[in-house]
């Protein structure tokens, strides 16, 4: 299996686990995201919702570039971009607050999933960005839309975007994207953030999401989102992100 979806008392787990790529997400990891947003709408008991990836290296490294790779012209990619946009947003929308556990680099579509979540928890030694200019595209699953409502500051959203690099933890901290920054067990680090939360009824957690939900849907977020899955699958048909992609995957080691 390339997810895993686990229950730990009222927190339900989802863990990319396909370490040898980088935790890459596939059309199966998109089928398990799926399958966690309905779990979690049928399940009134759960409180949190935790995103990570397998192993110490990789959170999620985006698109798996060895399938999304056969994606030529706009028609091509747009289905891809439009159904991992939409599941991701249904995702950012879940009922409950949502943890990017990022124990590992995220990067491309990996950082748009951390982006999404409500609170990221960073290793120190993680590293992230919104890498896909280096790949002559924009994010194409609703990263940007995201980062651009979430960050405080307008300016360091569109640096981080046009910039397309990945940012060490501390950088990210003081960008103001990662909520908090861990050493060591990313466990320890889950459970110290989750304390004084479980002190809380689950229904206070779930009326503040609401809100937040309610927020998205006044300002068409979800419009918003689809507008940016278009311009991706625009670019992505030009020849400059298919031979960066061909570069990468072409690279010697
Ligand atoms: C709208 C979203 C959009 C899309 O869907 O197209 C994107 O997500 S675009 C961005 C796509 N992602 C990337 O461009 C990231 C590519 N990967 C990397 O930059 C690095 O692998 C990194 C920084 C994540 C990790 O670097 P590290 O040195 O630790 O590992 P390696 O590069 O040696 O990679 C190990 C192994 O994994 C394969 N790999 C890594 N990322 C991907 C990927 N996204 N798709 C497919 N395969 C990936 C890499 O080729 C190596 O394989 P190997 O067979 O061992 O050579």
Redesign the pocket.
């Known amino acids: 299996m390339t997810f895993a979806i686990n229950r730990e008392e009222n927190i339900l787990r989802f863990t990319i686990k396909r370490p040898?790529?980088?935790n890459?997400?596939n059309h199966e990891v998109i089928d398990g995201l799926e399958k966690l947003v309905s779990t979690v709408h049928n399940d009134s008991t759960i409180q949190f919702v935790v995103i990570t990836g397998e192993g110490d290296?990789?959170f999620c490294?985006?698109?798996?570039?060895?399938?999304?790779h056969g994606l030529h012209t706009a028609h091509e990619?747009f289905p891809?971009?439009d159904r991992?946009a939409s599941v991701l947003y249904n995702v950012a929308t879940l009922p409950v607050p949502v943890i990017a556990l990022v124990n590992g680099?995220a990067?491309?579509?990996?950082c748009?999933i951390a982006t999404a979540c409500d609170f990221r928890l960073v290793s120190s030694k993680a590293?992230a960005g919104f890498?896909?200019g280096?790949?002559a595209?924009t994010?194409?699953?609703g990263?940007g839309t995201y980062l651009l409502e979430k960050l405080a500051r307008q300016d360091i959203a569109m640096h981080m975007l046009c910039e397309s690099k990945?940012y060490a933890a501390d950088a990210l901290l003081e960008k103001g994207w990662a909520t908090q920054v861990y050493d060591g067990d990313k466990e320890q680090a889950l459970q110290s953030f989750l304390i004084e939360m479980t002190q809380v009824e689950a229904s206070v957690h779930r009326a503040y999401k609401q809100m937040l939900i309610r927020k998205w849907i006044g300002q068409n977020l979800l419009g918003q989102i689809k507008e940016e899955v278009k311009n991706?699958s625009l670019l992505?048909e030009a020849e400059e992100h298919h031979k960066a992609?061909q570069k990468?995957?072409s690279?010697k080691?």
């Open positions: 040898e790529i980088r890459a997400i290296e990789a490294s985006g698109g798996d570039l060895s399938i999304f990619a891809m971009l991992m680099h990067v491309g579509g990996g748009e590293k890498i896909q280096s790949l595209i994010s194409g699953w990263g990945p991706c992505w992609v990468f995957l690279r080691k």
